[in-house]
């Protein structure tokens, strides 16, 4: 697939993303009616995941640039949910989302390494 394709994807999820992030509670997707802390880590940590893994594909498996926004996101997108009255900005949660980003931008740096090279 064409690393243009994998940008867009990329930044549609970062959209989301934030949108997700930093909207109020009652706005907020939700995976289910009753999130417990297991069901809100899958969400952060699999968002990021996803994120971490188009943005590697999408620079060609590079590591440095897509770690730097992965890890640039999840610490802005935290921060930011200061100026929200319904949301509360925590470290874990930036370490979710920091993990979630480089497990996906590892999971990419495996999918390149067996993907079969075009001359």
């Known amino acids: ?9 990329a ?14 509670l009652a706005e907020r ?3 289910s009616l009753h999130e417990t802390a297991a069901v809100v880590f899958v969400e952060r940590f699999g968002a ?13 498996g590079r590591i440095t640039r897509p770690c730097a926004i ?3 996101v ?4 935290e921060m930011l949910q200061v100026f929200r009255v319904d949301r509360d900005p925590g470290l874990f949660d930036v370490v979710e989302k920091a993990a979630g980003g480089i497990t996906g931008i ?14």
Do not use: D, K, Q, W
Not at 106 to 117: D, K, S, V, Y
């Open 1 to 9: 697939m064409s690393r243009r394709l994998f940008t867009i994807a």
């Open 29 to 31: 997707p939700v995976l």
């Open 48 to 60: 990021f995941a996803l994120l971490g893994c188009l943005v590697c594909l999408s620079e060609g």
């Open 70 to 72: 992965v890890l640039g």
């Open 11 to 24: 930044l549609g999820c970062l959209a989301f993303i934030a949108y997700a992030t930093l909207s109020s």
């Open 74 to 77: 999840a610490i802005l997108l």
């Open 106 to 119: 590892l999971i990419a740096r495996g999918i390149l390494a067996f993907a079969p090279r075009h001359v």
